[in-house]
């Protein structure tokens, strides 16, 4: 792949942790904890089907939550109560705070399917204008 190829992926994914629309990186991507249809600058339509983004985004969920499991079965829990429990506590804090970016990497990578495997019934907008 290109240099430039894997730049608009970095992009893309950086827009999608910034909670930001992969294609123009300045649409939201969400109001309060349910995302947006469409993306209100460029029109980017996020998830044509409801689920679509779905396998992304258990992906990025089950992430915090085999590192959870990992702690209590290899005995970290069992052996050292207090430390074990405040690595879950930890966990899980960062789990629910990096949701919305979790689920933004998800909407972002699900876009960047439809951008290498283009599907004519799944417009994505032309590109953004670049400035002058
Ligand atoms: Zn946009």
């Not at 969400?30 to 396998?55: I, K, M, Q, Y």
């Not at 079965?73 to 970016?101: C, D, E, K, Q």
Request: glycine share 10%; with cysteine.
């Amino acid at each position: 792949m290109t240099t430039s190829g894997w730049k608009s992926i970095a992009t893309a994914l950086r827009r999608g942790l910034r909670k930001r629309c992969p294609h123009c990186g300045e649409g939201q991507l969400f109001s309060g904890w349910s995302f947006f249809e469409s993306c209100s600058v460029c029109g980017l339509v996020f998830a044509r089907n409801p689920g679509d983004t779905w396998a992304f985004t258990i992906l990025g969920d089950r992430l915090p939550i085999g590192v959870m499991i990992a702690l209590i079965y290899f005995g970290v829990v069992r052996s050292h109560p207090v430390l074990g429990v405040t690595m879950l506590l930890v966990v899980a804090a960062l789990a629910i705070w990096t949701t919305p970016n979790r689920w933004g990497v998800g909407i972002a990578l699900h876009y960047l399917s439809r951008v290498y495997w283009p599907d004519p019934a799944d417009p994505i907008p032309p590109p953004p204008a670049t400035g002058p």
